[in-house]
């Protein structure tokens, strides 16, 4: 399978949700995540006509963007940043899908002069195995962050956990979103709130269903190189 054709197939499969739920397909923003695949892969997405990329390791999104450059890419960085790495990428990202930490906030805030959008990532499930808030930290989290001129939350995060359980995964999405109208409710200019990053390969067309506004696709979508 091309990459062109997983986006075809992917594509399909979001417009004919969004048909059944009654949302604008425009709504759900594909992220090609190329962690898994070479500088060369990765341009191939873009050509494919993926305008989002996503990487999980500030030098994996450094390596890739300097190849890509001309390339009207939109950065996303949506590994676990370690608060040292900040300064180095701060610069390079359009969204930052894991923010879970007040001293990250911290660090975000001290070393740069855009507004920066985040996503707060939540543990909804308590996997001991993933980062992230837990569903009750997140609102006391929320309310903190007013003090950070340099943050946006544009939304939450999560990642299902890894099961056959479709009936758990589609609860861990519904969370979040319920969470966002908790959020959304305190109507805080600093939190619109509006974007739910969810979903990957094996789970994405029950994100989609779930309110999903951005999806992060690796394997079924750039394939796994490395
Ligand atoms: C690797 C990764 C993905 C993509 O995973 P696939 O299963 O290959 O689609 C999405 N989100 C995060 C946070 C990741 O680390």
């Given at each position: 399978m091309t990459i062109q054709e997983n986006k075809e197939r992917i594509t399909e499969n979001i417009n004919r949700v969004c048909r059944e739920k009654n949302r604008?397909?425009?709504g759900v923003n594909l992220i090609a995540v190329?962690?898994?695949?070479?500088n060369e892969t990765a341009k191939q997405a873009v050509q494919a006509g993926i305008e989002h990329l996503g990487e999980n390791r500030v030098e994996g999104l450094l390596e890739k963007k300097e190849y890509l450059t001309g390339f009207p890419v939109i950065w996303h960085f949506i590994g676990t940043l370690q608060t040292r790495k900040v300064k180095e990428v701060i610069d390079h990202v359009?969204?930052?899908?894991s923010l879970d930490r007040l001293s990250l906030a911290k660090e975000i805030q001290k070393r740069t002069e855009r507004t920066i959008s985040c996503f707060i990532q939540v543990n909804v499930a308590e996997e001991d195995s993933k980062h992230g808030l837990s569903v009750k930290e997140v609102l006391p989290f929320v309310d903190k962050l007013?003090?950070?001129?340099?943050?946006?939350?544009?939304g939450l995060m999560t990642m299902a956990p890894f099961t056959e359980d479709e009936s758990l995964i589609r609860n861990v999405f519904s969370t979040l979103k319920q969470l966002q109208a908790d959020i959304q409710d305190k109507g805080y200019p600093h939190a619109p709130c509006s974007e739910l990053s969810m979903g990957m390969s094996n789970d994405y067309v029950i994100a989609v269903e779930e309110g999903a506004t951005f999806i992060r696709i690796g394997t079924s979508l750039v394939g796994k190189e490395f």
């Amino acid at each position: 399978m091309t990459i062109q054709e997983n986006k075809e197939r992917i594509t399909e499969n979001i417009n004919r949700v969004c048909r059944e739920k009654n949302r604008e397909p425009k709504g759900v923003n594909l992220i090609a995540v190329t962690k898994y695949v070479s500088n060369e892969t990765a341009k191939q997405a873009v050509q494919a006509g993926i305008e989002h990329l996503g990487e999980n390791r500030v030098e994996g999104l450094l390596e890739k963007k300097e190849y890509l450059t001309g390339f009207p890419v939109i950065w996303h960085f949506i590994g676990t940043l370690q608060t040292r790495k900040v300064k180095e990428v701060i610069d390079h990202v359009d969204y930052i899908h894991s923010l879970d930490r007040l001293s990250l906030a911290k660090e975000i805030q001290k070393r740069t002069e855009r507004t920066i959008s985040c996503f707060i990532q939540v543990n909804v499930a308590e996997e001991d195995s993933k980062h992230g808030l837990s569903v009750k930290e997140v609102l006391p989290f929320v309310d903190k962050l007013k003090e950070y001129d340099k943050i946006k939350i544009a939304g939450l995060m999560t990642m299902a956990p890894f099961t056959e359980d479709e009936s758990l995964i589609r609860n861990v999405f519904s969370t979040l979103k319920q969470l966002q109208a908790d959020i959304q409710d305190k109507g805080y200019p600093h939190a619109p709130c509006s974007e739910l990053s969810m979903g990957m390969s094996n789970d994405y067309v029950i994100a989609v269903e779930e309110g999903a506004t951005f999806i992060r696709i690796g394997t079924s979508l750039v394939g796994k190189e490395f």
